[in-house]
């Protein structure tokens, strides 16, 4: 390949799909190194502390495409504080400054102010992508300065973010002579929104195909915002009421069958079970549903929708679809790929809204089924063995008993024999979740099965240090380790401190792992930064000095070629 | 190595594993149905498997031509310091579970042990191992357990560590766990801030409930043999086998006397003097409740629980029990039921 010019070289590295092929094509030689760097065009970088920005753009001067995530997942349940860290500004600095070409920025789990947004929004003249996942810190107003100043932009896509709402005027920032949104998305934000200017922006952008509005928009401004954008492909609806006699409601059902290229349903909030028919004509094309936000449609009509949608690939519910609404997608929907089945009563004890015999059905009735979120009641050995039988083929398993620490309810033994079948059975499981009561044994089997396993979540599972080795012995592709209460402790963290540079991150909160374990692992490997978290009640003295002894409430551990950061808070220790 | 593994005193658990009331066992399970039915019945079936074989795949390839796809049986499993070198060892009659448990025991205590298969069979041949069996279970030891590991500390697991550990790891839900269950704080208040906002219009909230929505009624014909006006039932209604036939019985009863006397049609002074539909349920009466689930297929009414029942039935249909030994449901193992052939 040396003879080659380097042209050729760079185009033959344009088939690289993957970032891992590129990573590891710059480590043949400089010649490859010098080609890949300055044809990279996108970068994931999956921990923001893992490296600093200045390098990252320095040696990627031509990058378009940004990716970075900062808090851990565990952030997603409040375990994290929310100023731990994860800022997005040092970053859109150090782009402005070595990437002005970026056109793409998506962040995950980050702190965002509306500076940063207005700095995003004025350095980038090719800007076109903005995705913001659980981030916080922002408001309005930065959307605004986005839709003021990104005069190409394509996308803009918020989910799941905090977001303080300083009034409706920045939907109607964007100028008349933006024309060019393709997607849009704030189905996250509090506030209203001013129905008119959505209503022209929307008419304005011809190539409009995703559009997810929030709560606040009313279905009389949704029936004419789908009589203007008849090509839209996804749609997140926004307050799902009306009333089922008005002409309005014929009008909504009318402007829903013109939309023939709907493939993607959402939102629904508030939505009442006689406005639901009012989607029948177009539930037939479906591939995407989620009625997750809909805690009023119940089981019955739940299904009568369901019913209609055979060509379904991907579902979101609530529990309160039941056995009998998974056993009806089990016959319906042969095309599923994911499901998700989220709880509705989260607090009581409830009724059992999904068991096992939802999760068997739906194994057994949806051959393509891959990617699974359950939250249920209850789990027994025999079904996930089942399961586990019926789908070979799971790449993301997570499954949540709400009753933490719970046994087989048949049997009274722990799951491990379930969940040793799932690893066993799916040989492409990369992302698994535990729940009920589990001892070591189900780790041994992680560890000897889960070859391909990423993503690891524990939780009130394990005996001894034991079952984490075991994890940190087998599973070899291991990315991401994260356990909350856990009797895992120093001798299982010091076990084969080398096991963490292969990972991104590991997670331990409420284990019985020590101050002096997390010094030791520290010292031990000085490309590691492991970092303890200690938030004091106002009740508790400041202690100057923990013993080493003193067990550790909350620690993140993750490789870095960055060193200590220079931004964590007071509360997080750097050891 | 049998006596290695049933020394009594390291597995001092083993004998009890076995709850009496579990049918554990030992039967080949062929043309059970399906895996779901199985796990009601709580069939198990053990095999047992060489060790050396990795592939559970190819075993449970296997499996399929003895057609039990209600098999339960976890594959091969690799142990880690057990001492299951023979795996009849095991012993024929265990439950497989319990097995996995006892071995479990034994694990931690004995250090030197060679990892070995766990696949049960149920028949309880002996199957000696493979000689080949042995280099794979090395590598395997190697492989799966870490020497590390292999060789660790004696420490007896605290089989309830769980409660022991941590405060927070209680079985009941009544204290809320921070964090838990893992989900997204806007999905924790979802059925408390959702309220459909057309309360004025309906005079009330617009729930679910309301029969006329049909909204949570599930109804399915019901025809009654000899009259050719059918109904509906609302399943859903009812909670439990019981009231079914009363609700049967109230549908048809004036129907049935209108069939037997017409002159006797329009009068209503005496309903007492219709007679009443009975024994639908218990093979007794003079007719017998049958349904119709998803697959087509006429079933009995009563196998199942309530909840499938009413999952799977979609019609229902009353019929005269002497047809019963005609019809097609002896193929269904009827016939085990008892009943008096009633005479019409």
Same mark, same amino acid.
């Given at each position: 390949?040396?003879?080659?010019?380097?042209?050729?070289?760079?185009?033959?590295?344009?088939?690289?799909?993957?970032?891992?092929?590129?990573?590891?094509?710059?480590?043949?030689?400089?010649?490859?190194?010098?080609? @890949?760097?300055?044809?990279?065009?996108?970068?994931?970088?999956?921990?923001?502390?893992?490296?600093?920005? @200045?390098?990252?753009?320095?040696?990627?001067?031509?990058?378009?495409?940004?990716?970075?995530?900062?808090?851990?997942?565990?952030?997603?349940?409040?375990?994290?504080?929310?100023?731990?860290?994860?800022?997005?500004?040092?970053?859109?600095?150090?782009?402005?400054?070595?990437?002005?070409?970026?056109? @793409?920025?998506?962040?995950?789990?980050?702190?965002?102010?509306? @500076?940063?947004?207005?700095?995003?929004?004025?350095?980038?003249?090719?800007?076109?992508?903005?995705?913001?996942?659980?981030?916080?810190?922002?408001?309005?107003? *930065?959307?605004?300065?986005?839709?003021?100043?990104?005069?190409?932009?394509?996308?803009?896509?918020?989910?799941?973010?905090?977001?303080?709402?300083?009034?409706?005027?920045?939907?109607?920032?964007?100028?008349?002579?933006?024309?060019?949104?393709?997607?849009?998305?704030?189905?996250?934000?509090?506030?209203?929104?001013?129905?008119?200017?959505?209503?022209?922006?929307?008419?304005?952008?011809?190539?409009?195909?995703?559009?997810?509005?929030?709560?606040?928009?009313?279905?009389?401004?949704?029936?004419? %915002?789908?009589?203007?954008?008849?090509?839209?492909?996804?749609?997140?609806?926004? =307050?799902?009421? %009306?009333?089922?006699?008005?002409e309005a409601y014929h009008k909504l059902i009318n402007n829903f069958i013109k939309c023939k290229s709907l493939r993607s349903l959402s939102g629904f909030w508030d939505a009442t079970p006689r406005c639901l028919p009012a989607v029948y004509p177009i539930c037939g094309n479906l591939t995407g549903l989620n009625l997750s936000y809909a805690p009023a449609i119940q089981g019955a009509d739940l299904i009568k929708l369901i019913r209609q949608c055979s060509k379904l690939q991907r579902l979101w519910v609530l529990d309160c679809i039941g056995d009998k609404g998974l056993a009806v997608v089990a016959?319906?929907?042969?095309?599923?790929?994911?499901?998700?089945?989220?709880?509705?009563?989260?607090?009581?004890?409830? %009724?059992?809204?999904?068991?096992?015999?939802?999760?068997?059905?739906?194994?057994?009735?949806?051959?393509?089924?891959?990617?699974?979120?359950?939250?249920?009641?209850?789990?027994?050995?025999?079904?996930?063995?089942?399961?586990?039988?019926?789908?070979?083929?799971?790449?993301?398993?997570?499954?949540?008993?709400?009753?933490?620490?719970?046994p087989d309810p048949v049997t009274n033994q722990p799951l491990d024999e379930g969940f040793g079948a799932i690893v066993q059975s799916c040989k492409d499981l990369r992302r698994l979740s535990l729940s009920g009561h589990l001892t070591d044994q189900v780790f041994l089997y992680i560890g000897m099965y889960a070859e391909r396993l990423e993503m690891l979540s524990i939780a009130f599972a394990g005996d001894s240090d034991k079952g984490m080795v075991y994890v940190l012995n087998g599973c070899k592709n291991l990315r991401k380790l994260e356990i909350r209460d856990s009797p895992f402790g120093d001798a299982a963290l010091l076990e084969d401190v080398g096991k963490y540079e292969t990972m991104r991150s590991l997670w331990m909160s409420s284990c019985d792992v020590t101050l002096g374990g997390c010094k030791t692992l520290a010292a031990k490997m000085p490309r590691l930064n492991v970092e303890v978290i200690n938030e004091m009640d106002e009740s508790d003295e400041l202690e100057e000095n923990p013993s080493d002894l003193h067990r550790v409430e909350k620690m993140y551990v993750y490789r870095t070629v960055a060193g200590p950061r220079n931004d964590a808070p007071d509360f997080v220790w750097t050891l | 190595m049998e006596e290695d593994f049933r020394k009594g005193e390291e597995c001092p658990h083993l004998l009890d594993l076995i709850p009496n009331e579990r049918d554990w066992m030992v039967k080949e399970v062929g043309g059970g149905g399906k895996g779901f039915g199985v796990i009601e019945e709580k069939k198990l079936e053990l095999r047992l498997g060489l060790p050396g074989s990795e592939d559970w795949p190819a075993v449970m390839g296997k499996q399929e031509e003895h057609s039990v796809e209600s098999a339960l049986s976890l594959g091969h499993y690799k142990l880690c310091k057990t001492s299951g070198i023979n795996p009849s060892s095991v012993g024929a009659k265990r439950g497989f579970f319990d097995t996995v448990e006892s071995k479990t025991e034994v694990f931690q205590q004995q250090q030197q042990q060679h990892p070995g298969f766990l696949q049960l069979q149920a028949k309880g041949k002996d199957l000696s191992p493979k000689t080949n069996g042995r280099a794979e279970q090395q590598s395997l030891e190697r492989k799966a357990c870490g020497s590390s590991v292999a060789h660790g500390s004696a420490a007896a697991p605290s089989r309830n560590a769980a409660g022991a550990n941590n405060s927070s790891q209680t079985r009941t839900a009544t204290t809320p766990v921070v964090g838990w269950p893992p989900i997204?704080?806007?999905?924790?208040?979802?059925?408390?801030?959702?309220?459909?906002?057309?309360? =004025?219009?309906? *005079?009330?909230?617009?729930?679910?409930?309301?029969?006329?929505?049909?909204?949570?009624?599930?109804?399915?014909?019901?025809?009654?043999?000899?009259?050719?006006? *059918?109904?509906?039932v609302d399943l859903k209604a009812y909670d439990s086998y019981e009231k079914l036939p009363l609700a049967v019985n109230e549908l048809f009863q004036g129907l049935l006397a209108a069939q037997r006397d017409p002159l006797a049609a329009g009068n209503q002074k005496n309903p007492e003097e219709k007679p009443a539909i009975t024994g639908l349920l218990d093979g007794n009466g003079e007719y017998t409740l049958v349904y119709e689930d998803d697959e087509g297929d006429k079933m009995l009414v009563g196998d199942v629980p309530w909840d499938m029942f009413v999952s799977m039935a979609k019609r229902l249909r009353v019929l005269k029990s002497s047809e019963l030994s005609a019809s097609s449901l002896l193929q269904l193992g009827a016939v085990t039921r008892k009943r008096t052939a009633a005479e019409c």
């Open positions: 390949m040396t003879y080659f010019p380097e042209e050729v070289v760079e185009r033959i590295f344009d088939f690289l799909a993957t970032h891992r092929d590129r990573n590891a094509v710059s480590t043949v030689c400089k010649t490859w190194y010098r080609v @890949e760097r300055l044809s990279r065009r996108s970068v994931f970088v999956g921990n923001c502390y893992a490296v600093r920005p @200045e390098r990252v753009v320095a040696r990627y001067p031509r990058l378009r495409s940004l990716t970075v995530k900062g808090k851990p997942h565990f952030a997603d349940f409040n375990l994290v504080p929310h100023d731990w860290g994860g800022f997005a500004l040092p970053w859109i600095e150090a782009a402005a400054r070595g990437c002005p070409g970026l056109e @793409e920025l998506r962040l995950k789990r980050m702190i965002v102010f509306d @500076e940063s947004l207005e700095l995003l929004a004025r350095s980038f003249p090719n800007f076109k992508v903005l995705v913001l996942i659980s981030c916080e810190g922002f408001s309005t107003d *930065g959307l605004a300065a986005i839709a003021t100043y990104c005069r190409v932009l394509r996308e803009l896509d918020l989910q799941e973010n905090e977001m303080e709402d300083r009034g409706p005027q920045w939907l109607s920032c964007f100028p008349d002579s933006c024309t060019s949104l393709v997607s849009l998305n704030f189905a996250c934000l509090k506030g209203e929104v001013n129905a008119v200017s959505l209503e022209r922006l929307v008419a304005r952008c011809p190539n409009l195909r995703t559009l997810r509005l929030n709560r606040a928009v009313s279905v009389d401004t949704l029936s004419k %915002i789908l009589a203007r954008a008849p090509h839209l492909v996804d749609l997140g609806t926004g =307050s799902f009421t %009306i009333d089922h006699r008005a016959n319906t929907c042969k095309e599923l790929q994911e499901l998700r089945v989220f709880p509705s009563d989260v607090y009581g004890e409830g %009724i059992a809204a999904v068991t096992e015999e939802g999760l068997v059905a739906v194994s057994s009735g949806c051959p393509k089924l891959i990617s699974l979120l359950y939250f249920c009641h209850q789990m027994t050995n025999a079904a996930l063995i089942t399961v586990a039988k019926n789908c070979p083929q799971f790449t993301r398993f997570r499954l949540c008993i709400l009753d933490p620490g719970k | 997204r704080s806007f999905r924790r208040n979802l059925a408390s801030t959702s309220k459909p906002s057309l309360e =004025s219009e309906n *005079g009330g909230l617009e729930t679910a409930i309301k029969p006329e929505n049909g909204g949570k009624g599930l109804f399915v014909k019901i025809n009654m043999d000899g009259i050719p006006i *059918g109904r509906k």
